[in-house]
């Protein structure tokens, strides 16, 4: 489980990412009809997607806990994953769409694996193997 510092430097990490994006023109929306986009937000721009929680509350029904949650999950216009960079970066993004999830490299053409992973043509085979096991799409 992760510790409450953590999931602190997660939050802050995660609001300035969305911050950052909305700066450089992402158009922002609510992600949900219950939350506000300070807590959760659906982000998109020139095709691509990007979903953003930061939440920090109390926890429902449990005395003296809190809800900490700060994530960052992008996709590119092709649909597939694009790993976050470190600092909001639209050129890290856009380069996202020809690095690898799976060996992490990258500049070469990615080919879907799983659900919405990217793999090289290289180490296909054993994302596939890995990743889409019997059942792994239902």
């Given at each position: 489980m992760m510790d409450q510092d953590k999931k602190l430097e997660l939050l802050k990490w995660a609001r300035e990412f969305r911050d950052a994006a909305v700066a450089d023109g992402w158009k922002i929306e609510p992600a949900y009809t219950n939350e506000d986009v300070s807590s959760?937000?659906?982000?998109t721009k020139n095709g691509f997607k990007m979903t953003v929680i930061t939440r920090d509350h109390p926890?429902?029904?449990?005395?003296?806990?809190?809800?900490?949650?700060?994530?960052?999950?992008?996709?590119?216009?092709?649909?597939?994953?694009i790993d976050p960079p470190q600092k909001y970066s639209w050129d890290l993004i856009e380069k996202g769409l020809r690095k690898f999830s799976f060996c992490h490299g990258g500049d070469k053409e990615t080919f879907r694996v799983g659900f919405a992973d990217r793999a090289c043509q290289d180490c296909l085979p054993k994302a596939r193997k890995k990743l889409e096991t019997p059942g792994w799409y239902n």
């Open positions: 959760a937000s659906h982000l926890a429902p029904f449990i005395r003296n806990q809190r809800v900490i949650q700060g994530t960052v999950n992008i996709w590119g216009p092709d649909g597939l994953a």
